[in-house]
Nanobody, 125 residues
Framework: QVQLVESGGGLVQAGGSLRLSCAASGLTFSNYAMGWFRQAPGKEREFVAAITWSGGRTYYADSVKGRFTISRDNAKNTVYLQMNSLKPEDTAVYYC??????????????????WGQGTQVTVSS
């Protein structure tokens, strides 16, 4: 079965950095667009970043543009989210997700096929 396993979350001070990883199995990874979403307590799940199957195009929420970078390594079936200049408002559970329409990442969580279990990111002020 398909599994997406996130890692790399933790506690960091404001201004610090974290790198999230998501290892995929059970699917042809290079056929899928990949995304990262996050959900803070009491809030809806929100789009963070997405990348096409080849890595040729990336998309970001305005709130993270210039601070976060999404990338992928199709040889390792892994997608990454490098997070720099972290702010307390970045605190959330971060989810990795996969969409079978590899050319068309989406900001709509309903358009994704598979989800990881999430990893907690906490940014202290």
């Amino acid at each position: 079965q398909v599994q997406l396993v996130e890692s790399g979350g933790g506690l960091v001070q404001a201004g610090g950095s974290l790198r999230l990883s998501c290892a995929a199995s059970g699917l042809t990874f290079s056929n899928y667009a990949m995304g990262w979403f996050r959900q803070a307590p009491g809030k809806e799940r929100e789009f963070v970043a997405a990348i096409t199957w080849s890595g040729g195009r990336t998309y970001y929420a305005d709130s993270v543009k210039g601070r976060f970078t999404i990338s992928r390594d199709n040889a390792k079936n892994t997608v990454y989210l490098q997070m720099n200049s972290l702010k307390p408002e970045d605190t959330a559970v971060y989810y990795c997700t996969a969409r079978s329409s590899g050319y068309f990442p989406s900001v709509d969580p309903l358009r994704y096929d598979y989800w990881g279990q999430g990893t907690q990111v906490t940014v202290s002020s």
